[in-house]
């Protein structure tokens, strides 16, 4: 018994060590040959479960993107109205942040399908979930928007990736504002009809 739990770790042991293996010396520089010596497995056990390196990559970048959506589905269901956009903001940051800048330029570079798919994966979490809170904020009448639902994912999910690298109290200021923009819109509108 002990071993068939040891056994279904594995994967998760395997992923780990390469998401700081790879994020400390790059994709490049870590063979199988070390994976298997840092975890005391053998090669074959590593090819048990991934058939490259190449896979373990495509599994980390899926494991991070359901992490991040299981993250904002939690959110979603504990947080209150309006800070649900510094949630996603933080949450979108915390992920683009456990793939280091070195990693993402390898990536990008030699393997740009996995590019487009942590940029889709990204987009397809986001937009999901801040189309939902969007709508059921505006249906409870907390925030008013006058371009279509999709253009304000989109935008929100732009303006985050721009504000990535700043200090974490420049980024909760322009949130801020932008979530006052939506606040502001609808006592613009009450104050026209007047």
Known sequence: MPGELQKDRQPNRI??????????????????EEISRELKISKKTIYKYFKSK?????????????????????SIRNEGQIELFAIMADSFIDFLSRISPALQREISEDFPHFTEQINL?????????????????????????????????????????????????????????FVKGLRNTEERKKKKKK
Not at 54 to 74: H, S, V, W, Y
């Open 15 to 32: 992923l780990d060590f390469c998401a700081t293996a790879f994020n400390e010396k790059s994709f490049g520089k870590v063979s199988m």
């Open 54 to 74: 190449e896979d373990i990559l495509q599994a980390m970048i899926t494991t991070q993107l359901e992490k991040l959506e299981n993250k904002l589905k939690k």
């Open 121 to 177: 994966g990204e987009k397809n979490v986001y937009h999901k979930n801040l189309v939902w809170i969007a709508k059921e904020l505006r249906s409870k009448g907390t925030i008013s928007y006058a371009i279509p639902t999709r253009e304000l994912s989109l935008g929100f999910f732009e303006m985050v990736r721009g504000l990535k690298d700043l200090p974490e109290e420049n980024r909760n200021y322009m949130i801020s504002v």
